[in-house]
C-alpha cells in the first residue's frame, strides 16, 4: 500500500475513569466535543486488573442500533445472549455483536481453574446504518487465529476489521469502517496506511508516543489521538522504553443523527423511547443471570 500523506493531529482527548458491572474503565468515546469517529462511537478500556473466579463482569443488560466489539488483550471471556448465541474469546481474540433492534447479553471473565486472572481488553460500539437499525441480531466470536498479522516497518499490526496498511481483517462489517492493534517498537516510527475519505483515531492502550507527520501531537496510555481529515496515513513515533500498543479505529462517518439513551444509539427520540419500551416489554428477550 503506497502512503501519500500523513495526518495531522486534530486533538488528544483524555479518557475519564468509569466503570461497566464489576470492571473500572477508562472511558474515551463518547466525549463532549467528540461523539464519534467513523462509525464508532464508544471506546472502555477495562484493566490490566485481576479478576477472581465467580466474577459476574458485566450482567444481563440491552442494546439497540449498535454492534458492539470487545477486543481481548489478557484473559478469557465469554458471552451470552438472548438469541441464543454464546461464545468465549481468548486473549488476541474478538467478539462482535450485532445489536440491531435489540438484544439482551452479558459478558464475564472466566479465570482458569479457581484462582485469579488478569482481565484486560476494550469493548467498542459502532452505530449502525440507518437502513440497518433494525436488522436482526447476530453474533461472531473471532478467534486470535483468526486475525490477520502484518508487518510494517517499525511495528506489528493485528487487523480485526476493515483495511489497514493493505491487510484487511476477518470481521464482517456493515459499513467502511476498520479496527486494528499495533504494536511499535521502543525508539521505532511507523505508518499505518488507511483510506483517505475515513475519519481516523489511535487509541494509546499501553506506552507513549508522538503522533502526526512530525510527531509533535503527545499521547500516551488511556488518551485517544484523533486524526484530522485529509491524508491516508496515520503517524505513530514511540518515544518510550515500552512498546507503544495502539489501537486504530475509524471508518466512514457515523449516519446522523446519533441520539445516545444508555444502551441505545439511534438516529432519533422516538426510537431511543420506541428502544426502551421494547427492552421493558420483554420484546428483546431475556438472559438469566
Known sequence: MTVTA?????????????????????????????????????????GPVRVAA????????????????????EGRNEHRDSAGHEGIVTAGGAQWMTAGRGIVHAERPLPEGSGEVMQHGLQLWTSLPRALKMMPPRYRAIGAEAIVVAQVPGA????????????????????PL??????????????FGIAACHEAAAYVIAGEGGFGPEGGARAATGDLVVFADGGDALAARNTGVQPLELMLLGGAPAEGPLVFHGPFVMNSVEQ??????AFRAGRMGTLAP
Do not use: C
Request: charged share 20%.
Open 178 to 191: 476498520f479496527l486494528a492493534h499495533a504494536t511499535v517498537a521502543p525508539g521505532a516510527a511507523a505508518s
Open 272 to 277: 431511543a423511547r420506541a428502544a426502551e419500551v
Open 54 to 73: 465467580g466474577d459476574e463482569g458485566v450482567g444481563p443488560h440491552p442494546h439497540a442500533g449498535i454492534e458492539t466489539v470487545t477486543y481481548l488483550l
Open 156 to 175: 506489528t499490526l493485528r487487523v480485526v476489521a476493515g483495511e489497514v496498511a493493505g491487510a484487511k481483517g476477518p470481521a464482517e462489517t456493515l459499513m
Open 6 to 46: 500523513n495526518r495531522r493531529v486534530e486533538r488528544v482527548i483524555a479518557s475519564q475513569a468509569a466503570s461497566a458491572g464489576t470492571l473500572p474503565v477508562r472511558r474515551a468515546l463518547p466525549e463532549a466535543r467528540r461523539r464519534s469517529v467513523g462509525p464508532w462511537v464508544f471506546l472502555d478500556h477495562f
